[in-house]
């Protein structure tokens, strides 16, 4: 059985990433999405272990000193972080991992797996992000001023990624294919693979 | 419109590489196949202009001094080499361009176009590429062998591709579907994208 895949997925407030997400996981069998630890507030309907490990900043500040992140990072007044073990875990059993984060988490993320596929989520313009962010309708509008200028900062390490996927509306199911299509890829890269010809080269 | 993404097809002969691209073919509504021109001899079933152009050794040499072609070389005692005019053309109409060409002229090709994106087929082990090549019944032994240490010597080339694709026996589908998502990633890689984001960065 081969090792799986390390996916890194990027994006600002409002792409509609977890959209994407959500597609994606329906459609790849053995994929696991990583849960982040963070500090931030449990917003309705969100679950403790599942959507994220919620947690203290004192407990966050032991797993950064223990070094168990794989990455971590200060978003929004709030503290992200993966936790490296269960991702290495479901890795070693073959699963492709897929780690929702920010931009800055993801920099580190490349710096320390160089073998992971990174993939930025971008809107089709900013005018429509900034009208997908106004037309949820349930935040203040001095939150959304400050998740656009944390966008166009996030836009600036877009870059850097592997892949740039542009979710367009309403077309959630054409993102997802090309996800999937890129994790799949993924597999088949030469150096991924290279052990099948062994005995021939 | 975007351009179309150029992808070099390479693998031995009787590792089921045609029948993975008719397959490709089948379900990539905007590819096109390159057709080669070559000196050897037309077989049964074969067209001319369809299958390969078929040319008399000075109509080849004559396109290699006018440098009309984007690779060249001689296999098996014939010359064969890929016309660039119609593969630019196509390419900037925004069809994806599949070249089937063997490991000499991949290697001219990734020196001249580093975008493409190369893929090698190779078979799941060597004695089952042997089993193939006998199993055809239509190929003289002497033949077989020669097909076999070329195939030898092509797989010492594999490790310069950036995808492996094993062709397991029974699963053209699959390696179909490998080849499909490669060519699906390679335009979601963000040099090829990176124009969305221009009014933002």
Chains 1, 2 share one sequence.
Do not use: W
Not at 119 to 147: M, Q, V, W, Y
Request: with cysteine; charged share 30%.
């Amino acid at each position: 059985m081969s090792k799986g895949q390390l996916i890194v997925l990027s994006g600002p407030s409002g792409v509609g990433k977890s959209s994407i997400v959500k597609k994606v996981m329906e459609r790849h069998p053995k994929l696991r999405f990583s849960v982040s630890a963070t500090t931030r507030e449990k917003r309705p309907g969100e679950v403790d272990g599942v959507s994220y490990y919620f947690v203290s900043r004192e407990a966050f500040q032991t797993m950064v000193e223990r070094d168990e992140l794989l990455e971590h990072a200060e978003y929004v007044e709030n503290c992200y972080g993966t936790p490296a073990k269960p991702i290495d875990e479901a890795l070693d059993l073959g699963y492709d991992v897929l780690l929702d984060i920010e931009v800055q988490g993801a920099m580190q993320v490349m710096e320390r797996r160089p073998e992971a596929v990174t993939i930025f989520i971008a809107a089709p313009s900013f005018a429509e992000l900034e009208r997908r962010l106004t037309g949820r309708g349930d935040t203040a509008p001095d939150k959304i001023r400050k998740r656009l200028e944390t966008a166009r900062r996030e836009y600036t390490f877009a870059p850097r990624y592997d892949y740039l996927v542009i979710s367009e509306t309403g077309k959630v199911e054409e993102a997802a294919d090309e996800v999937l299509s890129i994790i799949k890829a993924a597999h088949c890269r030469t150096e991924n693979r290279i052990h099948y010809l062994k005995e021939e080269l």
